[in-house]
Structure formats: C-alpha cells, structure tokens
C-alpha cells in the first residue's frame, strides 16, 4: 500500500517547475505519472521517493502536515533544488488548500453589552439575505467599491493570459507546466488581493488533474464551468471592474451580531476532497434569517461522521450539534460573518433554547410557498445558492435509474428528482433515499439544496412528516418531527403501515427540458475545446457538417439564434491561425480566442438557468421542449 503524499501549498509547486529548464520540462509529466506509488513514510514523519540510485526527495510538512516552503522538499541529486526529481515529487502532491488568515472576530462592543437578549429583536443579516441589515454596523452593510491599483490590474491580466493559454491547451495539453504557470498567477493574483480569482485558478488546476488522472465522479462539465468562471472574473478584474464580489475577501470579517435567537434546522455532514470533514448546523433566526454553526477540520470521512455529536463551541454553550440541530440558542455578544457563520469569539454568550418544529414559525416559512418561487431568486444569486436551503412537501412517487421521483404537493407541479446530498457509502444519504423510494405514496416534507445545474433536482438534507396527513413519516418524537439523512437512519418503524393510494409510476423521467433542448451542440463545443484545446475546436470546423451551417440549423429553428452565432463564432476564431511569409503564426496569442469561448459560455448559462428555472414551475407537458 502506497503512502499519501503530503499536500503542496501552490506556489511551492510554481516555484519549482519555473526553475526547470526548457529540456526538463518536457519531461516532467512523464516522470511525475506513477511516482507516488513509491512513496515511503519514515519514522520520523517524513516521505521520501526514490528515483533511480542517486536521487531521493525528501518531503518534510510542517505541523498542520503540508509543504509550506522550499526548504521543505529536497533532494540529493546534484540538480538540486532545480531539478526534474523534486518537481515531480511535488507535482504528484495533491494541492493544499490556501491557508485562511485568522478569523477577525471583535470585542463585544456597545450592542452586545447592552444586556440580556431580547428575543423579538431584529438580527442582523449576512450578505446576500433578503432581509434588511439591522444597524450600519451590521454584517449586511455593503462596502464600496475601490479602484483597482496597478498591482492588481497587473495581476488580473496576468492571471488571464494564462488562463487564456491553458484553456486554448485542453487537458491533453494542460499538464504540469501548464498547471504551474496557472499556479504562479493564482498566487500573484493573492498577494494582489484578488482572493476570488486566486480561487477559480486553483478550481481549474485541481481539475485539470483530475481530468488528466481520469479521477473516479470527475465531469467534464465541472471543469468547463471552473474555466468560465476564471475567465470571467479574470476578464473583468483585467478591464479595471472594482466590484468587491469581484475581488473577493480572505479574512472571515466576522462583525458584532448583537442579541440572537436562533432555533435549529438540522445539520448535514460536510467531506471535501482534500481531506477535511465536519458538520454545519442550519439555524434560523425569529426574522428567517439563516446562520450556520460549522465545524470542519482535517479528518476526512471519519471526523464528518463522528461531528455529528461532538459539543459546539460557541460562548460556552452545553449542546452538541444535534441537540443545536433540534434546539436553540440565545446568543449575546454574537459575532456573524458575511456568509451568517457564528463565531466563537471571547465575548460570546450562549444558553440553550428548547427546540420548535417545522410546522412552527421561523421554519414553517420556508415551506409556505411552491418550491419554483425560491429556485427563481436562486438562479438570480448564484452565490447565495451554494448555501441556501428550500423546504417543500412532496408525494413520493418512486426510483427511476438513479433519481428518486416525487412530486410537488400543488396543482401543476413538476416531477423532482431527489439525489443524495453526498454519495458517499459510508453516509447515511443513499440508504435513506433508497428506503424511502420503497414507499410509492408517501408524503414527505423535504429540506433540501437545489442542484442549479440540473433540471427539477433537490438534494435533501433533512425531511419530516408532512402535517396533517395520514401516509407519512412516524418519527421519535425526541426527533422533534426531523431526521437529519447525513446522520439519522430511516428503518421499518418510521414508516406508516399499509399501502398508501396508487401512485403510477412514469415508464420514464418525461422530457428533459434541457437534455432535450439543442443547446446541447453548444455544450458539446465548449467541453470539446476544455478537453482537447482549441485544436479539437478548430478540427470539428473543419469536419464534414460545418459548425457554421448545418448542425446549428436546430438552434436557429428553436429561436436560438444568438447561441448559434456564438456557437459558430467560436468555431471560426478556433481555426483562425494567420501566417506571415515565413509560415510563422502572426497572431500566436489565445485571447480572442478565450473572449470568444467565454462569451458562447455565458450566454449557454444564461440560457440554461432559464431552461431550469422553467423546469421547476410548471410540469413536464407543460415545459416546451425544443427539437434536437
């Protein structure tokens, strides 16, 4: 069994292929392919790999167990610290994530000293809530924009060039050397303070190693959207845009929150791909406010579900996160980030609360209007979307391939699809959807994440028993009418007894309005250029049905005229490789190029959001679905 290399902060990985020469280079993804296997844990703690007889790297991670500096990897080569063994060594380390600055979290000030909570006060609101902020000096305040300074419009134009460059590559292309250009810009960009953009580059280099390494759940879909919203950002930052969505931030600015009252939702566990794992409590305050109480650290799939019960750290508080999950909390001296974490600052005050059901105020909002209503503002604020949390009663109506099928309790509505939060086995998801898909009939009362990127689909987190009706969930009642699908296992007893009214089951899903709709041809396009580089673009162009004519003739018959000029634009720009006499290319720069990409790729999104958004309000006969 291999050893797990430790992981690589990004610009120690740039550093190290920008030494390389020019010969070095060309060789370094084939030596980096297969090198971790390997790998060697020594006593002392260290990882060394072996290349040949008179090479050995040597990683020595610091305390919180990644390389942080150069100093850090060695080797014994006479190249050394530039040579080929020591970057491929790193290029095999997975990348660390950029380490956070300290949470800013002040001193309870004039609000929280004030004295004891006052339930019926107003909290303040996190960004991106639709509730009013309660004072100036609350979370939701908006910062104005500043000027960007030289350094950072530098920086973004940096940053877009090598993206520009790495996307015209494709992953066939987008090796090492690629991924570290890609890297040396990110951190730039980061010591600029465009934390958002640093961010989307390292989104594209994680995927263009999982792509390259044909990673088990990896979607090209993924990587084309991490390249869009690169360029995107890039691209404006680039032309002087100062908006702060824009640049980004990286301290949690955790602000005064004054008294709170917040009362539990559920909790959901929380695994990432680089290793961390934890929990996250949903809450909501008396206004419908949402907060969160995370808790996620290195650990991986063990600590997400031992979270589940470890104690909350929050102002001396006795719960643990499923009691928070089912209870509440009176907070004084509250300090709220941006995105309505709870911080666990020194002047924090915190005593339990009993808990309140979802037929009861502040939860029961969430599910007093149809589902399609909070998909629209959703799809209008896709950064609120990531973390927002819709509630719906639904009627089971059974498993289709890999959905569980159920329908919106209210004339008209559409088919869902529920699909596990997270797919992981070892997570209780899968096995509850699978056991409640056994009950055709059953009527549910689902708390759930929109998935924005498929049509009608939720992702559930929590459900409960629908009130007032007869075939539905028989929960504890300890449960408080909830059970957390990360966490609580759904058995026999929980289900009612007898069969509920036929429910017929669809031969299929119906149709898909975007799966059917002919935009799929300009997805096909812009995941042919993210896989292959701007070459396969230019050689699909080129092939017997033009780009330009025929296969676009669907979309301009669908109305979709714009998607088709784009779509064909792209495809002439792909081919559009000028010579002077010498053969030598006269414009060998990617950006018009890119600018073209990202344009075709904006406007498919825009148009799918709507396909969507249309998804979710009405049924499928009533979802006009375009010819292929």
Not at 103 to 118: F, K
Not at 237 to 261: I, K
Not at 297 to 307: N, T, V, Y
Not at 413 to 429: C, I, K, S, T, V
Request: net charge neutral.
């Amino acid at each position: 069994m291999s050893t797990e290399l430790p992981p690589v902060a990004p610009e120690v990985l740039a550093e190290a292929v920008e030494n390389l020469t020019a010969r070095l280079r060309k060789k370094l993804d084939a030596v980096t392919e297969g090198c971790a296997a390997g790998a060697v844990l020594e006593a002392d703690g260290t990882v060394t790999l072996r290349f040949g007889e008179d090479a050995l790297v040597t990683l020595s991670p610091g305390p919180a167990g990644t390389i942080t500096t150069a100093d850090q990897a060695t080797c014994s080569c006479l190249l050394a610290p530039r040579c080929l063994h020591r970057a491929a060594a790193l290029g095999a380390a997975p990348l660390a994530d950029t380490p956070p600055e300290p949470a800013a979290e002040p001193e309870p000030g004039p609000a929280a000293a004030a004295g004891p909570a006052d339930p019926t006060a107003p909290a303040a609101a996190p960004n991106g809530s639709t509730e009013p902020a309660a004072s100036a000096g609350s979370v939701g305040t908006t910062v104005p924009a500043q000027a960007l300074t030289a350094a950072q419009l530098r920086a973004a134009g940096a940053l877009w060039h090598v993206a520009a460059e790495a996307l015209a590559a494709g992953v066939t292309a987008g090796g090492a050397v690629v991924q570290a250009e890609l890297l040396r810009a990110a951190h730039t960009a980061r010591l600029a303070g465009l934390i958002r953009a640093e961010a989307a580059a390292l989104r594209v280099v994680r995927g263009l190693r999982a792509a390259r390494e044909h990673r088990a759940g990896q979607r090209l879909g993924d990587l084309t959207g991490a390249f869009r919203e690169l360029l995107h950002t890039a691209g404006l930052l680039a032309s002087g845009s100062a908006d702060p969505a824009l640049t980004g931030t990286a301290r949690r600015a955790y602000a005064p929150g004054g008294s709170l009252q917040v009362h539990g939702l559920c909790r959901e566990p929380v695994l990432s791909a680089t290793g961390y794992g934890g929990v996250v409590t949903h809450l909501l305050a008396p206004d419908g406010t949402p907060y969160s109480v995370s808790d996620v650290r290195p650990g991986g799939l063990a600590r997400a579900r031992g979270a589940g019960s470890a104690s909350v750290a929050l102002g001396g508080a006795t719960l643990d996160h499923a009691g928070l999950a089912r209870g509440g909390l009176r907070i004084v001296g509250a300090t709220v980030s941006p995105e309505g974490r709870l911080g666990a600052g020194r002047g924090v005050r915190a005593t339990p609360l009993p808990g309140s059901a979802w037929t009861e105020q502040p939860a029961a909002r969430l599910f007093a209007r149809p589902a399609a209503e909070a998909v629209a503002e959703l799809l209008a604020d896709p950064d609120a979307a990531e973390s927002a949390l819709l509630g719906c009663d639904v009627t089971v109506v059974g498993a289709v391939a890999e959905h569980l099928l159920v329908r919106e309790t209210r004339p008209d509505a559409p088919l869902l699809r529920l699909l596990p939060a997270h797919p992981h086995p070892e997570l209780a998801h899968t096995e509850n959807l699978r056991r409640i898909a056994s009950y055709p009939g059953l009527q549910l009362r689902v708390l759930g994440r929109p998935d924005l990127d498929r049509t009608a689909t939720l992702r559930p987190v929590a459900v409960g028993p629908v009130p007032g009706a007869e075939h539905t969930l028989r929960l504890p009642e300890e449960w408080l009418g909830r059970a957390d699908l990360g966490y609580d296992r759904l058995q026999g007893a929980h289900f009612p007894q007898g069969a509920a009214a036929p429910v017929p089951l669809p031969a299929a899903e119906g149709p898909d309005p975007l799966a059917d709709s002919p935009l799929w041809r300009v997805r096909r396009l812009l995941e042919t250029g993210v896989a292959g580089g701007r070459r396969a673009v230019a050689e699909a162009a080129r092939g017997t049905e033009s780009l330009a004519g025929a296969s676009y003739a669907p979309l301009r018959r669908a109305g979709l005229t714009a998607a088709a000029e784009l779509a064909a634009a792209l495809a002439a720009e792909a081919d559009r490789r000028p010579r002077d006499v010498f053969g030598r290319l006269a414009d060998p720069s990617s950006d018009g190029y890119a600018w073209a990409w990202l344009a075709a790729a904006t406007h498919l999104a825009a148009a799918e959001r709507c396909l969507i958004a249309a998804s979710w309000a009405a049924s499928p006969s009533a979802v006009p679905v375009s010819g292929r």
